[in-house]
């Protein structure tokens, strides 16, 4: 049988470009999207057409109950779970930290390390030697706004990734010895959405010449390293913090 991905936040950007690439390996998957449904379901015929099995998933994974139900669909529809890519996220309007109120930080959080945690958690719990499970891989998306901070822009986002990158070191050490590689990929500046979400699509075009290679990323490049650090081929890498940033 196919080994079998999760990927959350899977609708658009570095999330779309991971389920096609990992379609095109052989992956069975499970795309969960929050609100882009008809983004979701074109990435999900587009999947099928490549002949991968998959299913699309709503759900908020900021929410307890909605990731319960998440994993118990995956349970319901493929019976296993080799790789959790936790790549849901988000950031709001770019401001400085005094601008900031306290429910804005909660919304970040919650999507970006809440959200994250409970899916591994989950995840944990079906891959896990220690629970009669196979062991897999959790790769967790985090950027280098962990290393950078964001000034001036969201530093709530950077402190949500900075946790993040924490959080990936210490379950690299507490489940090494249960078959789970945890691993965490750390994209630059990188040509998709989200930047809108922040106040300015053209954020990349802004910033690129303080990339040493002078470009923005393509969504594809970030896949590639996920893909690489599910693999068997990574299979002595846990705890890896990979910067994919063009040297920034």
Known sequence: MSKVMLITGASRGIGAATARLAASQGYALCLN??????????LLEEIRMLGAPAIAVKADVAEEQQ??????????EFGRLDVLVNNAGMLERQMRLE????????????ANVIGSFLCAREAIKRMSTRHGGQGGAI????SVAARLGAPGEYIDYAAAKGAIDS???GLAKELGGEGIRVNAVRPGVVHTEIHASGGEPDRVERVKTSVPMGRGGQAEEIAEAILWLASEQA??????????????
């Open 33 to 42: 999207y929050r609100q882009r449904e008809d983004a979701a379901l074109q």
């Open 139 to 142: 790769v967790n998306l985090s």
């Open 235 to 248: 299979s002595y890498t846990s705890g890896a913090l990979l910067d994919v940033s063009g040297g920034r």
């Open 67 to 76: 990731v319960l139900e998440l994993f118990a669909t995956v349970d319901r």
């Open 99 to 110: 601008e900031m109120d306290a429910a804005r930080w909660t919304r970040v959080l919650g």
């Open 167 to 169: 959080m990936t070191l």
